[in-house]
């Protein structure tokens, strides 16, 4: 059914978003992968191209309300409905409580939990009437356990894994799944950039003493897309190594 094929990511372009991407591709899903940048979303499309496979690519800033929910209607309406909706996009604005901002608060939760909120609104209708549909938001271990220096992520990942459960909720007798995968510490160019012993010392607070990669995350999320995790709802999925246990 073909509603059952269309996927949506946002902050598709790169990291953990792209390799979203690729494992949903790998399920025979049409694929449509949301991104704020447009030269990434272009790097994308060759590199899906080169693997053998095709993607949507729409180029779209998720804060902006009234253009994100027409994007999300009018695939919705092309490919007959959204079958999966991994809402992936987030950003950092870290810094301790006493010194964040205003804006460094307002500008996360927005990005973070708002167009997580958006998105699920627009796709949750269309579920609802083909009586199928896996929402998975990708929320964070600081979500579950907070970070110092992370309030406003911390709050924003926190919130993801609330609204989640209530739309699971909601959702459950339309055969519409909700779960969140919740990411530790991933190998991605954000992380890079950190200094050798900040990356080392992540390590020691890590059951498995090592860092997770982008397709461990990735494949969680193509689990709880598929069929096999029809009866999982409402759940917090840790892909952390154990961080967080």
Known sequence: MPEKRLAVVTGAARGIGRAIVFELLKQSRIVAGLDINAEQLGELADIVKQAGFSVITKCVDITNTEHFTQTLEALALEYEGIGVLVNNAGITRDN????MSDEEFDKVLEV???????????????MMRNKFGRIINISSVSGVIGNAGQANYSASKAGLIGITKTVARELA???????CVAPGFIDTEMSRKLPEPVIEAAKELIPMH?????EDVARAVAFLAGDEAGYITGQVLCVDGGMAM
Not at 112 to 126: C, D, G, I, P, Q
Request: aromatic content about 6%; overall charge positive.
């Open 96 to 99: 301790l409580l006493i010194r």
């Open 112 to 126: 973070n939990l708002r167009a997580a909120f958006v998105a699920m609104r627009v796709a949750a209708r269309y």
């Open 173 to 179: 007798k339309k055969n519409v799944t909700a779960n």
């Open 210 to 214: 090592r860092v997770g990669s982008v």
